[in-house]
């Protein structure tokens, strides 16, 4: 057994109170879910794993064929090679669950990462209400495509990264970054955050389900 994994039976078997989670700084404190089941795509996708990011409310989803340990690691894995690991990941999954996907993380990706289970204690105020609209957007996904929702999760992303959030008054993407998203290459970088916001106008050029994203927010 490896150390990650020696690690993660250790702190499923210590009793502690509880003790809300600070999150100081990007990537730092993330949360994770799966959805679904989903009608199952041309790619044979019936789940979504979503990955949310607590201090900058940065989103990433991945479409799964299947809801299991395995499954769950290779997109995390996948996340990680882009972004890095996090210092903790709290996962709406079984503690059994979660000592698979970091066997799997270790063994198989060489990525040493602990997941916990969520506990509402510890997390209460980590998440705004981002995690139910991300919800019912994909579900808004689906119901538009129901056989093809996978290719059609980025405009819903990326709609969720450049909007104002509600509770750190920035974008997402500018937290992450450290810049404006540029929505054009033939116009100016954006400068005022407030243009990325859910009341940019952008909703007239978007399919209805990432529109309705927009309004959701405001």
Not at 34 to 57: A, C, M, R, W
Not at 148 to 154: F, G, N, P, Q, V
Request: aromatic residues 10%; hydrophobic residues 35%; contains cysteine.
């Amino acid at each position: 057994m490896c150390e990650t994994c020696q690690n993660a039976e250790h702190n499923k078997n210590v009793s502690r109170k509880a003790r809300p989670v600070k999150v100081e700084s990007p990537w730092e404190v993330l949360g994770l879910d799966i959805h679904g089941p989903f009608p199952e795509t041309s790619q044979s996708n019936t789940h979504v794993l979503t990955v949310t990011d607590y201090f900058t409310k940065w989103i990433e989803a991945v479409p799964l064929q299947k809801k299991d340990p395995l499954a769950a690691a290779k997109a995390l894995a996948t996340i990680f090679y882009r972004f890095g690991a996090s210092k903790n990941i709290y996962a709406s999954q079984s503690w059994d669950f979660c000592e698979e996907v970091s066997r799997h993380l270790c063994e198989r990706w060489n990525i040493s990462q602990i997941l916990t289970p969520a506990d509402p204690a510890d997390c209460a105020g980590l998440d705004d209400r981002g995690a139910e609209l991300l919800k019912s957007s994909i579900c808004n996904v689906v119901n538009e495509k129901p056989g093809e929702w996978d290719a059609h999760l980025d405009p819903v992303l990326f709609d969720f990264r450049t909007s104002v959030n509600s509770v750190t008054k920035y974008t997402p993407f500018f937290l992450m970054f450290n810049r404006y998203v540029c929505l054009s290459s033939e116009v100016d970088f954006v400068k005022d955050s407030k243009e990325q916001g859910a009341g940019s106008g952008k909703a007239d050029s978007l399919p209805p389900f990432t529109a309705a994203v927009q309004e959701q927010q405001n």
